[in-house]
């Protein structure tokens, strides 16, 4: 499985970017799919996931009502819309995928990573 991130880049506080995650290989072995971040001098956080089949989402408290997660199951794509956003949002953004059919939100428990996407949020 390969996993690429694309639609990073540099907006004002306040803006919208989205995200996507293209995903190739034995995209049906898996159940689901996240986004982590890592800041400078941070270690990385998790985001927001969605379970593939279901649909179930869940989100990082600090991003909850401001980005949104989804997929599209026959383009094998996921994507993070994240609106109103803030400095504190600038990182790298990575897009992961997992063979666990179960919600997790650590890094142990991904077995796919892309290679990440720059955000930069300006003040």
């Known amino acids: 499985v390969q996993l690429q991130a694309s639609g990073g880049g540099l907006v004002q506080a306040g803006g919208s970017l989205r995200l996507s995650c293209a995903a190739s290989?034995?995209?049906?072995?898996?159940?689901?799919m996240g986004w982590f971040r890592q800041a400078p001098g941070k270690e990385r956080e998790f985001v927001a996931l969605?379970?593939?089949?279901?649909?179930?989402?869940e989100y990082a408290e600090s991003v909850k009502g401001r980005f949104t997660i989804s997929r599209v199951k026959v383009e094998s794509t996921a994507y993070l819309q994240m609106n109103n956003l803030k400095p504190e949002d600038t990182a790298v953004y990575y897009c992961?995928?997992?063979?666990?059919?179960?919600?997790?939100?650590?890094?142990?428990?991904?077995?796919?990573w892309g290679q990440g996407t720059q955000v930069t949020v300006s003040s």
């Open positions: 290989g034995r995209t049906f072995s898996w159940y689901r």
């Open positions: 969605i379970m593939w089949t279901s649909g179930r989402t």
């Open positions: 992961a995928a997992s063979h666990s059919d179960y919600v997790g939100v650590l890094e142990g428990e991904y077995d796919y």
